[in-house]
């Protein structure tokens, strides 16, 4: 097949991509995203998926968040490469690296206070300067600082030139050395910082493409400083490929929010009832194409897709589009699948070979899982029905007539299929000179308790006999 991937992976390494998301108690639908290009990539190269955990933030990085991530990727089937990296079990490396530097002149310590810094940021402020550290402790001997004052480490960029990244998705993108700061690498507590932590994990995982949101191509060139100031000190500390994906807007082109469907994958499948294989597919396409082509298959993703293809402006994200497509792959779906899905969100009393059976009735209609489980619910209903106020209303002393003789025509019928069931009525609401709705209507209230349904003959075809007619007796008069 070809396509523009065969350009090669453009470097010489074994592709090794990584997804690194931070446990904020969901995985955010663009997030997923983005973890699927990584993985996408990984897998069409024959490289390895890392997944790296970073949980620097302890409060909010419980085992819970954690969970959610791990559940969200394996629902989604992005089974990643070997375990997990805990970037906060890595702080030991982080620091040993800020010292490296260190040792090299590459980084030097910083004895400001914080007051000090305030003061610097609001004289920038005052004189309308950029608010950067101004390199005050760049050339100083430490030995100025008094004994035992506290201290930052602190990389010493480039001041001159600038620094170039050739993005896989944003093109060639540069930035002048001189506006990158000496920013800090290990806090006064021995803490790594992000910058410092993220860029020494990529690099012992050996990460050859960083494929992350765009709203991390700012840091992209710092962490370049942090890997060209190491390359010297130690081996394996090469450039990789960028590739910043542009974020996901709503469907009118703001920002993404919950009001657009800014969710976690778990709400998707939880509350909205969308299947893996369409979010799969739907995130794929957001943002990535090929030709005309709608659906894909994991292999055919795998075989197609690179991320030099994505596009550069920010897609729209369009809820009626994902359910659209929902509903696509709920038809195309294995019925004792859909069942083990819907089963659970129905309730406790379902008998799955029976719904399992009504699942190519069921599943014409629905756009989500949701709501094909409430679609299905009559079915598992005990009598007496619970009805609801419409179908009660439906339920007048005429449509219980109809019923209680329906109900004798029913009794006659030996083949209880959908085909003979409605070739009965009909004759029967030919014979009264009625329509078929007239009839059909307060059957289905007798029968589901509701006023929608699938077909009224493939109802009392899934029920089967004696519940139907349990169900029709329970709501006929004599
Ligand atoms: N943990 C960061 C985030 O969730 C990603 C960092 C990165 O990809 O470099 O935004």
């Known amino acids: 097949?070809?396509?523009?991937?065969?350009?090669?992976?453009?470097?010489?390494?074994?592709?090794?991509?990584?997804?690194?998301?931070?446990?904020?108690?969901?995985?955010?639908?663009?997030?997923?995203?983005?973890?699927?290009?990584?993985?996408?990539y990984a897998r069409h190269f024959g490289g390895?998926?890392?997944?790296?955990?970073?949980?620097?933030?302890?409060?909010?990085?419980?085992?819970?968040?954690?969970?959610?991530?791990?559940?969200?990727?394996?629902?989604?089937?992005?089974?990643?490469?070997?375990?997990?990296?805990?970037?906060?079990?890595?702080?030991?490396?982080?620091?040993?690296?800020?010292?490296?530097?260190?040792?090299?002149?590459?980084?030097?310590?910083?004895?400001?206070?914080?007051e000090e810094l305030t003061e610097m940021r609001e004289q920038q402020r005052a004189n309308k300067q950029p608010l950067r550290y101004d390199g005050r402790w760049r050339d100083r001997d430490p030995s100025e600082a008094p004994e035992g004052t506290p201290f930052t480490v602190r990389i010493k960029t480039e001041t001159t030139g600038e620094i170039v990244i050739e993005d896989a998705v944003q093109g060639r993108v540069a930035v002048k050395n001189e506006e990158i700061d000496d920013f800090i690498l290990l806090r006064a507590d021995g803490t790594p910082t992000y910058m410092l932590a993220?860029?020494?994990?990529?690099?012992?995982?050996?990460?050859?493409?960083?494929?992350?949101?765009?709203?991390?191509?700012?840091?992209?060139?710092?962490?370049?400083?942090?890997?060209?100031?190491?390359?010297?000190?130690?081996?394996?500390?090469?450039?990789?490929?960028?590739?910043?994906?542009?974020?996901?807007?709503?469907?009118?082109?703001?920002?993404?929010?919950?009001?657009h469907g800014a969710l976690g994958v778990d709400a998707y499948r939880d509350e909205l009832g969308i299947l893996p294989e369409t979010l799969f597919n739907y995130l794929l396409r957001l943002g990535w194409g090929h030709g005309d082509k709608e659906e894909?298959?994991?292999?055919?993703?795998?075989?197609?897709?690179?991320?030099?293809?994505?596009?550069?402006?920010?897609?729209?994200?369009?809820?009626?589009?994902?359910?659209?497509?929902?509903?696509?792959?709920?038809?195309?779906?294995?019925?004792?699948?859909?069942?083990?899905?819907a089963a659970p969100m129905i309730g406790p009393d379902v008998d799955i070979d029976l719904l399992t059976k009504a699942m190519p009735v069921l599943k014409t209609r629905a756009r989500d899982m949701i709501e094909l489980a409430t679609g299905a619910a009559f079915l598992f209903k005990q009598r007496p029905l619970e009805m609801s106020e419409n179908a009660a209303s439906l339920l007048n002393d005429e449509a219980r007539k109809h019923l209680s003789q329906i109900s004798a025509r029913l009794r006659a019928v030996s083949d209880w299929t959908t085909e003979a069931l409605e070739a009965n009525l009909k004759t029967y609401a030919e014979e009264l000179g009625l329509g078929l709705g007239k009839l059909a209507q307060p059957l289905r209230a007798a029968l589901t308790g509701q006023t929608t349904s699938p077909g009224i003959f493939d109802v009392l075809a899934l029920l089967g006999r004696e519940e139907s007619l349990a169900r029709i007796d329970a709501q006929a008069s004599g």
Not at 101 to 114: D, I, Q, V
Not at 238 to 259: F, M, Q, T, W
Not at 303 to 327: E, Q, T, Y
């Open 1 to 40: 097949m070809a396509s523009k991937s065969d350009i090669g992976s453009g470097t010489t390494r074994p592709v090794v991509t990584r997804f690194a998301p931070s446990p904020t108690g969901f995985l955010h639908i663009g997030n997923a995203r983005t973890g699927l290009f990584s993985w996408l």
């Open 198 to 259: 993220v860029v020494v994990d990529d690099v012992d995982m050996g990460c050859t493409h960083i494929i992350r949101g765009d709203d991390h191509l700012n840091n992209a060139f710092r962490q370049l400083q942090v890997i060209r100031a190491m390359r010297g000190i130690e081996d394996g500390w090469e450039d990789p490929v960028y590739a910043h994906v542009p974020l996901i807007h709503g469907n009118d082109g703001a920002k993404l929010s919950k009001r």
């Open 296 to 341: 894909f298959t994991r292999e055919e993703a795998i075989a197609l897709f690179d991320i030099r293809d994505v596009n550069k402006g920010p897609s729209r994200f369009d809820m009626k589009k994902l359910l659209n497509m929902n509903g696509h792959y709920i038809r195309e779906a294995d019925d004792a699948r859909l069942a083990g899905i």
């Open 48 to 114: 390895k998926a890392l997944l790296r955990i970073e949980d620097t933030d302890k409060q909010r990085s419980t085992q819970e968040a954690i969970d959610v991530i791990l559940d969200g990727l394996d629902w989604l089937g992005l089974e990643f490469d070997g375990e997990p990296v805990f970037q906060s079990q890595r702080a030991d490396r982080h620091a040993e690296v800020a010292y490296k530097l260190l040792e090299a002149g590459r980084a030097y310590k910083c004895f400001s206070t914080p």
